[in-house]
């Protein structure tokens, strides 16, 4: 079958992607396999590793009307800029049996963020969702049988571990997560604030950030680096995702909030809780729920693209239940698709299988907003102060409250 896309230097189409070295790999191969089985050749057209270069590399391209690149990964955040911006040509007809099969996938995530005023204009390439990691050998070792199911009950737990265990090593803490002064503060915030019953609301052009639940959730962030002490102090200026996950995989935390990603750096080989490590959904307050943030890439086609068909077929092939496998077991990747959730081969590579499955449907995107970007910096630069103890809790929600409604006016009200 014979591509009907012309480019000056031969027949094909674009696929801009990311990440680390062995992820390139994996999609070069794809590509390579692709072309042999289609007769489409696939260009890919590799971008940084940093995500903000990332994005700043598709906005360039796109802004011009430029033809390349036909298809590209965006960041979950992304995906309703891009959208508004009128950049993603609608899926819908190619969504039928055989091609992209949107029964297969998490309806929650799709609805959220893949479709906008009734139009399917992206697909979830792999998925991401804040965890709990605990250490299983020590909280046997203090006489706990499970995780905790509430914040309470992990800085119970975190107090108790974090006194005994210093005997041997002063540094240790007893809960480990993102506070620093970037998007994943926003990303713990909204777990927090989500478990209590709270969140960031968005009706008829006003905002609701300064709300009872989310004081709590603010105060007992900052209770736990100077009340309960069980966070290290330099959690509002270090730590990130991998700070904290050095912390805890060095042995000197009990609990971390983290991404799925660290699960396979845990039991790699030479990691000091190799098999001592157990996954869990977040906890909650009392009277709510366990909520996690909804991370993860999607995919979508460029309007400008003169190859939509072909791109919208590598699209298809790319969310397939075979693709989304090699991500799974090449990668670590979690899939996208919900029926992929059973297998076998899946569940001895990921054992936590069944917590991610939970945690997938029930995640909770952040404002699926065009101008979420702008909204993201206030509440980063306030939590981080009030963390700091620059701001108190109460006046950190206040002028983020206030901030974001400029941000809506500005910008449109939705």
Known sequence: MLSGCNRSGGQGITLAVGGAPNEITVWEQLAESWTIRSGVEVNIMRQPTDTDLRR??????????????????????????????????????????????????????????DR???????????????????????????????????????VAMAVKVQALERAERPQFYGFVWQGAQYEGLVCNFLEFAGSAGGGLAFENGQVRADTPANLMAARFMHGLIYDSKVS????FTEMREEEVRAVFQQGDALFE?????????????????????????????????????????????????NCKEEAAGLLAHIVSDSVQVTFAERLGWNPARRDLYDRRELQEK???????RAGFAAAVARPNLPYYTQLSEPIQRYLNGALSGELTPDAALEKIENEMQQVVERYGRE
Not at 94 to 104: C, E, L
């Open 350 to 356: 990921l054992p936590h299988l069944d917590v991610l």
């Open 116 to 154: 906008r005023e009734g139009r399917l204009i992206a697909m979830p390439v792999y998925l991401d969702c804040g965890l709990l990691y605990y250490r299983r050998d020590l909280l046997e070792k203090y006489g706990y049988t499970s995780a905790p199911e509430t914040w309470y009950e992990l």
């Open 257 to 305: 909030r983290n991404w799925p990603y660290a699960w396979s750096l845990h039991q790699r080989e030479g990691s000091p809780v190799k098999d001592k490590v157990g996954v869990a959904l977040l906890p909650h307050f009392p009277g709510g729920h366990s909520v996690a943030t909804l991370g993860g890439w999607h995919i979508g086609v460029s309007v400008y693209s």
């Open 232 to 235: 290290p102090p330099n959690t």
């Open 56 to 113: 700043q590399g598709l906005i360039i391209p796109l802004k011009s009307q430029q033809r390349d690149p036909d298809l590209f990964l965006m960041d979950v955040a992304w995906v309703a800029q891009f959208a508004a911006s009128g950049w993603l040509e609608p899926l819908d007809r190619y969504a039928a049996p055989g091609t992209i099969d949107t029964t297969a996938f998490f309806t929650n995530i799709l609805e959220q963020v």
